[in-house]
């Protein structure tokens, strides 16, 4: 289930329109979740990964970056991401082109609340169990969602650290490790090298013994 989708500005968090469920199950208190999507929003930068996956807890944050504008939901854990991200691209065609024009001069919070009539209408397409099944053949440019960056909302929340920065550690990791598997296919192919080279002096030095001996 989507239970809050929230369009923001990234150049300064500036929070466009908005969409919340109407809970009707007892226990569950979306206001920290709206709190905690006010605050990635303004931690997001131009520098930020593109897609992003934030787990909190049983629910999750997925967001994408287009066109200066970030697109985030809210959804339960078990909500498929790859059918997350679909629905946030659905959103990006739509939004900007209605308002991609407008969303540099606006200064009042939520000046297009009115997307809220169409986020509603896309949201229960991608929620609808049978309309999902539907979706297999959607043209997502998200071919392989595994590679999309994962971090944890209240490590960056409260660490203060930046999206951009957990991308960077991200890169750099894979670069090591890739220098790593290079680093180790090498000693492997001089490992092979020197056995090779020791055989080869081994049966030269056992030719040479026995020339010497017959003769």
Same mark, same amino acid.
């Given at each position: 289930?989507?239970? !809050?989708?929230?369009?923001?500005?990234?150049?300064?968090?500036?929070?466009?329109?908005?969409?919340?469920?109407?809970?009707?199950?007892?226990?569950?208190? !979306?206001?920290? &979740?709206?709190?905690?999507?006010?605050?990635?929003?303004?931690?997001?930068?131009?520098?930020?990964?593109?897609?992003? =996956?934030?787990?909190?807890?049983?629910?999750?944050? +997925? &967001?994408? *970056?287009?066109?200066?504008?970030?697109?985030?939901?809210?959804?339960?854990?078990?909500?498929?991401?790859? *059918?997350?991200?679909?629905?946030?691209? +659905?959103? +990006?065609? #739509?939004?900007?082109?209605?308002?991609?024009?407008?969303?540099?001069?606006?200064?009042?919070?939520?000046?297009? *609340?009115?997307?809220?009539?169409?986020?509603?209408?896309?949201?229960?397409? &991608?929620?609808?169990?049978?309309?999902?099944?539907?979706?297999?053949?959607?043209?997502?440019?998200?071919?392989?969602?595994?590679?999309?960056? /994962?971090?944890?909302?209240? #490590? /960056?929340?409260?660490?203060?650290?930046?999206?951009?920065?957990?991308? =960077?550690?991200?890169?750099?990791?894979?670069?090591?490790?890739?220098?790593?598997?290079?680093?180790?296919?090498?000693?492997?192919?001089?490992?092979? &090298?020197?056995?090779?080279?020791?055989?080869?002096?081994?049966? *030269? =030095?056992?030719?040479?013994?026995?020339?010497?001996?017959?003769?």
């Amino acid at each position: 289930m989507i239970l !809050l989708t929230v369009i923001a500005r990234v150049a300064d968090g500036l929070p466009l329109s908005a969409s919340v469920q109407e809970e009707d199950q007892p226990g569950r208190d !979306l206001q920290q &979740y709206q709190s905690q999507a006010k605050q990635l929003c303004r931690k997001l930068s131009p520098q930020s990964p593109d897609h992003c =996956t934030l787990e909190a807890g049983v629910m999750n944050f +997925h &967001y994408l *970056i287009e066109e200066g504008i970030c697109y985030l939901c809210l959804c339960e854990a078990s909500f498929p991401k790859k *059918i997350a991200f679909a629905y946030l691209k +659905h959103l +990006h065609n #739509e939004f900007y082109d209605q308002y991609g024009g407008k969303v540099s001069r606006v200064t009042r919070p939520y000046s297009f *609340i009115e997307f809220d009539t169409y986020i509603q209408k896309t949201k229960k397409t &991608y929620v609808d169990s049978r309309a999902r099944r539907n979706l297999g053949s959607i043209n997502t440019e998200l071919q392989d969602v595994q590679r999309i960056m /994962v971090a944890n909302i209240e #490590e /960056v929340l409260q660490r203060g650290e930046s999206l951009s920065a957990l991308d =960077t550690k991200a890169n750099n990791l894979s670069s090591l490790s890739k220098k790593y598997r290079s680093d180790a296919k090498y000693l492997n192919t001089r490992s092979t &090298y020197a056995k090779v080279a020791a055989v080869a002096v081994f049966f *030269i =030095t056992l030719i040479v013994y026995v020339r010497f001996w017959w003769l």
